[in-house]
């Protein structure tokens, strides 16, 4: 039987952490929500979700500052980011190291889940 997707979600919005958990369940795939990049590094070391959706602004660590901590370490897998400050040059940044999405907040259910499918569909193929 194949193993349920877990997909990390990294934000520091309870709010947020919380709705997409709720849809990510809703999709048939498993959630674990950390608060910040500094507690998905400590609580998920050796244990890397198929995909991560990740704020881009948080405290400590920003989203993209995580990203170029799990490149630096050799843990690759797709990061959806969310904003709701976009800017060009952080999407640039991010999608150049690898990011799979770059979206505005509020985005919508659909805008996501395409997001997630896809990143999802190519990650399996690697």
């Known amino acids: 039987m194949a193993k349920t997707p877990v997909i990390a979600i990294v934000d520091d919005d309870e709010g947020v952490r919380t709705s997409l958990a709720s849809l990510v369940r809703s999709l048939g795939?498993?959630?674990?929500?950390?608060?910040?990049?500094?507690?998905?590094?400590q609580e998920a070391s050796g244990?890397?979700?198929?995909?991560?959706?990740?704020?881009?602004q948080m405290p400590a660590m920003s989203g993209?500052?995580?990203?170029?901590?799990?490149?630096?370490?050799g843990r690759r897998f797709p990061i959806i980011f969310m904003?709701?400050?976009?800017?060009e040059t952080v999407r640039q940044r991010v999608m150049a190291a690898g990011a799979h999405c770059y979206l505005g907040k509020p985005s919508s259910g659909d805008e996501i889940i395409r997001c997630l499918e896809e990143a999802l569909?190519?990650?399996?193929?690697?």
């Open 29 to 41: 795939y498993e959630a674990h929500a950390y608060e910040s990049g500094v507690d998905f590094l």
């Open 64 to 73: 993209d500052e995580l990203q170029a901590q799990l490149v630096a370490s």
């Open 47 to 56: 244990n890397d979700p198929e995909c991560m959706i990740a704020d881009v």
């Open 83 to 87: 904003t709701a400050f976009p800017s």
């Open 121 to 126: 569909a190519g990650h399996a193929r690697q």
